[in-house]
């Protein structure tokens, strides 16, 4: 247990919706990253929020966004859906560090259906 | 660019017998660390072994060590005396220092344990 949790679990939704993810961090953690995960694939890096600020974006669309709260929980915001947004979502807690050691905790994963 | 390649999609290890999953990386930047994650089916990614660029001995935990070769730029997961519960995809990721918080995952190696 990692003490990372997102919800919901399973998402079906539908090309041109919107959808909203979830995630609670450990506490004391400063940051949040999110991933896209295709299947079969390594997950991809979409961004980090730290101290409730961008900080650090991939390869990803605008229609793709996010927040962080003062709380430890953060959301991921995914626009316009297209098919190939369906992945496992996958959000990663951990403390902005100035070394190369920087332990990620992953929840378990919000798996997202386009249809 | 930064970039992780794993080139073996499946292997197959006797159980209480030793495998080594492969991993080699690109960067440019000195300051680097490798990490080693499990991910079972449920797809909660579960951190097993971090090795920093500047470490000088192989970084160990339990079964697991890390055959780090830095001329070679290849970050190799031996993992010993397998177990049946080790049977899940192996993601090598790595996090450069200088390029923010994000990690570069590969596509993964999966893994079976035979009985």
């Known amino acids: 247990e990692t003490g990372v949790t997102q919800s919901p679990t399973h998402l079906i939704k539908t090309r041109g919706q919107q959808v909203t993810l979830r995630c609670s961090s450990q506490?004391?953690?400063?940051?949040v990253s999110w991933y896209q995960q295709a299947l079969g694939q390594g997950p991809q890096f979409i961004f980090q929020?730290?101290?409730?600020?961008?900080?650090g974006r991939g390869n990803f669309p605008p229609r793709f966004s996010g927040l962080q709260f003062p709380n430890y929980s953060s959301e991921l915001n995914v626009n316009a859906l297209e098919l190939d947004d369906s992945a496992l979502y996958l959000c990663?807690?951990?403390?902005?560090?100035?070394?190369?050691?920087?332990?990620?905790?992953f929840g378990p994963g919000t798996r997202l259906t386009v249809l | 660019a930064q970039k992780i390649t794993q080139t073996q999609p499946g292997m197959f290890v006797q159980e209480k017998e030793a495998v080594t999953l492969d991993c080699t990386y690109d960067?440019?930047?000195?300051?680097?660390?490798l990490f080693w994650y499990k991910q079972p089916s449920s797809g909660e990614m579960i951190f097993l072994i971090y090795?920093?660029?500047?470490?000088?001995q192989n970084a160990t935990e339990g079964r697991y060590s890390l055959n780090f070769q830095k001329a070679r730029k290849s970050a190799n997961l031996v993992i010993s005396a397998s177990q049946l519960g080790d049977s899940a995809m192996y993601f090598c990721?790595?996090?450069?220092?200088?390029?923010?918080?994000?990690?570069?995952f590969g596509t993964g190696t999966s893994l079976t344990v035979i009985p």
């Open positions: 090795q920093g660029s500047y470490d000088q």
């Open positions: 506490s004391g953690h400063n940051t």
């Open positions: 929020y730290y101290r409730e600020e961008e900080n």
């Open positions: 960067t440019s930047d000195p300051s680097y660390g």
């Open positions: 990721a790595m996090r450069v220092l200088n390029t923010g918080n994000q990690f570069y």
């Open positions: 990663a807690s951990g403390i902005l560090a100035k070394s190369s050691y920087n332990e990620q905790f």
